[in-house]
């Protein structure tokens, strides 16, 4: 902090004076001593020249300035220790007939003014802490207004600002530009398992690793959550550096930040605009480099991607998508298919999960993981969710005779319907206005939207419970879960992720992961259903392991309950 900016305390305040009047100066030190003695410590510089050289080598907690130096307006001379000296406070002295010129000093920055020789009634030192009380507030407001809390790095409006100036430099001469979004993954997981204090400071360490990745002439500022807006000019913008340059980036973030004892692993995504082929503005570059990072994300690795024509064309068209899916509902082109799930002891089916399909008039069939990360984006899910719920019980109901009980219709939640407050609410009215017994119905949470919140996962959990739903924790074993909160769930069934299961008879590793899944389920009392079995050797080695259930083309593919009822129909040993 500059002495500017500290307290008023019992220490000396220092003070530099610059006034050519020797006596003048002199009549201001006295008035001083005598009003506080030593209170004050004054520095005297005859000139602005030679005041130079002492503000550089010196910080002051004040500066007193003349307003008629030789050779400087005195408008001057103030907008000039404002550039050199943006902390420290500017109290300028004038004639008594010179007030209003004074006043406007004001407006240039100067943070008040004096009057010379009306120095009676302390008037001098209240004058000063009154100044430097005032330059601490403003500075502060501008730290709030312009400078991220968490980070300390400049906001998106800065950022902006600043861009705008380095792109008019550029166009001067030429010199090679780019702008860089970057949003970390895994944070929310952190932030989940570890708390925000262990967010926050890992948001800290991120910006000073990303820091010491630019040069001086680079910008950076945090944007909302976890995302950076990074400006690079000059040699490393070039074509033949930038790529290697995000590289580096990426490998800077994936190293692991030590925080409160925790050694913390995260990635990011990056994408990038450069200037001028991928915008001609601030705005447009920010813009682009942002389609370019939704892209970059999708990715599983930690990767970068350049903003091309192909990807803004692509954003148009999840734009006219997302429309189409708000009709979609009631055009009912939204279809509920089924997929058995396999008790692997009896062989028989004890259940299916309803996964949905979109039926689109042009464009065919679009998978749930196209459409339905569209639909998480607005309440638009919460719709979807409510219609599979209440398609699946109505379907279910009219299967019921076909099955020998026990048997779940299994329906996927999102994150957002979690959020909801009324959610267990609309779910008990679903099931009395459709006649379900909610011992039938089960809910599929994945594990990234359990330990999003998990405080509210095991209030909403526990009354969806309460109405005797049954809770499935899907894709197992892709999050970050907290095995103290997993233990605190109220939890039926855990689905080992389909990733898991792909090679499990090659892969010792995942085959590790299989088999420390089933036994922590069955530690905590839950069953496990392995997810993507695809052949006999899979199923086999799972049975082994002691896995409970099963689910997989091996045994049927997703279809329609028209399909399904003849499936069940046959009402034999499925492998
Ligand atoms: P999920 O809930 O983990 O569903 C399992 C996915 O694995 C399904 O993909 C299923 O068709 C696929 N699958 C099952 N067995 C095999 C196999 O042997 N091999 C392979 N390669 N794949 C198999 P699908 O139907 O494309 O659904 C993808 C995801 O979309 C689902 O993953 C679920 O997270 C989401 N989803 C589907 N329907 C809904 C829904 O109604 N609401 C919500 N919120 N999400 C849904
Ligand atoms: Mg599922
Ligand atoms: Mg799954």
């Known amino acids: 902090m500059s002495p500017a900016l500290a307290q008023p305390s019992l220490s000396p305040i220092s003070i530099l004076l610059v006034e050519d009047n020797k006596g003048d100066a002199l009549l201001i030190e006295e008035a001083l001593e005598d009003a506080a003695p030593k209170a004050f410590l004054v520095s005297h510089a005859s000139t602005l020249e030679m005041a130079e050289p002492q503000y550089r080598q010196q910080e002051f907690n004040v500066l007193l300035l003349d307003l008629n130096l030789p050779g400087v307006s005195g408008m001057e001379a103030v907008e000039k220790l404002r550039a050199d000296l943006p902390t420290t406070p500017i109290i300028v002295m004038t004639g008594l007939d010179d007030e209003k010129r004074a006043l406007g000093t004001m407006q240039r920055g100067a943070q008040d003014y004096i009057v010379k020789g009306q120095y009676g009634n302390n008037i001098l030192p209240r004058v000063i802490r009154y100044a430097i009380e005032r330059k601490r507030f403003e500075t502060r407001v501008i730290e709030l207004v312009h400078f991220d809390q968490i980070t300390g790095l400049i906001n998106r409006e800065v950022f902006l600002d600043r861009l705008e100036g380095v792109i008019s430099l550029a166009n001067q001469n030429v010199m090679p530009l780019a702008v860089m979004l970057l949003s970390l993954r895994r944070f929310k997981d952190v932030t989940a398992t570890l708390g925000h204090e262990v967010g926050n400071k890992l948001l800290k360490a991120?910006?000073?690793?990303?820091?010491?990745?630019?040069?001086?002439?680079?910008?950076?500022?945090?944007?909302?959550?976890?995302?950076?807006?990074?400006?690079?000019?000059?040699?490393?913008?070039?074509?033949?550096?930038?790529?290697?340059?995000?590289?580096?980036?990426?490998?800077?973030?994936?190293?692991?930040?030590?925080?409160?004892?925790?050694?913390?692993?995260?990635?990011?995504?990056?994408?990038?605009?450069?200037?001028?082929?991928?915008?001609?503005?601030?705005?447009?570059?920010?813009?682009?480099?942002?389609?370019?990072?939704?892209?970059?994300?999708?990715?599983?690795?930690?990767?970068?991607?350049?903003?091309?024509?192909t990807l803004n064309q692509e954003l148009n068209e999840r734009i006219t998508l997302e429309k189409e899916l708000q009709a979609a509902i009631k055009r009912q082109e939204l279809l509920a298919y089924y997929q058995p799930i396999v008790d692997l002891k009896s062989n028989r089916i004890c259940g299916v999960e309803t996964l949905m399909r979109w039926k689109h008039a042009e464009k065919g069939f679009i998978p749930p993981n196209v459409f339905i990360p569209l639909a998480e984006k607005s309440e638009l899910i919460l719709e979807i969710s409510d219609y599979v719920m209440k398609q699946a019980c109505k379907d279910f109901l009219s299967w019921k005779d076909l099955i020998a009980s026990p048997f779940y219709v299994a329906v996927n939640l999102s994150a957002r319907d979690f959020q909801q407050k009324d959610f267990v609410e609309r779910l008990g009215h679903m099931l009395k206005a459709t006649g379900m017994n909610p011992k039938d119905l089960a809910l599929e949470v994945t594990e990234g939207t359990l330990m999003e919140n998990p405080q509210q996962a095991i209030g909403t959990l526990t009354a969806c419970r309460a109405l005797g739903a049954a809770i499935f924790v899907d894709d197992f074993g892709t999050g970050y879960s907290s095995l103290s909160y997993l233990s605190k769930l109220p939890l039926d069934i855990l689905k080992i992720d389909r990733s898991f299961v792909a090679d499990i008879t090659t892969n010792g590793h995942n085959l590790l992961i299989a088999t420390a899944t089933i036994n922590l389920a069955h530690a905590l009392n839950l069953k496990v259903v392995a997810e993507g079995i695809e052949t006999k050797e899979q199923k086999e080695l799972l049975s082994i392991l002691g896995c409970d259930k099963a689910q997989g083309y091996y045994f049927a593919k997703p279809m329609p309950a028209s399909e399904l009822v003849a499936w069940l129909g046959r009402d034999s040993a499925v492998a």
């Open 206 to 309: 991120v910006a000073v690793r990303l820091k010491e990745c630019l040069m001086r002439q680079d910008a950076i500022a945090r944007l909302e959550g976890d995302e950076f807006i990074l400006l690079i000019a000059g040699q490393l913008a070039s074509p033949e550096s930038l790529a290697g340059f995000c590289q580096q980036i990426i490998e800077a973030i994936e190293r692991p930040f030590e925080i409160n004892d925790h050694s913390v692993r995260i990635g990011c995504s990056i994408g990038v605009a450069t200037y001028p082929s991928c915008g001609k503005d601030a705005i447009e570059l920010a813009k682009h480099a942002d389609i370019s990072l939704h892209r970059a994300r999708q990715n599983v690795k930690n990767t970068f991607l350049f903003y091309t024509q």
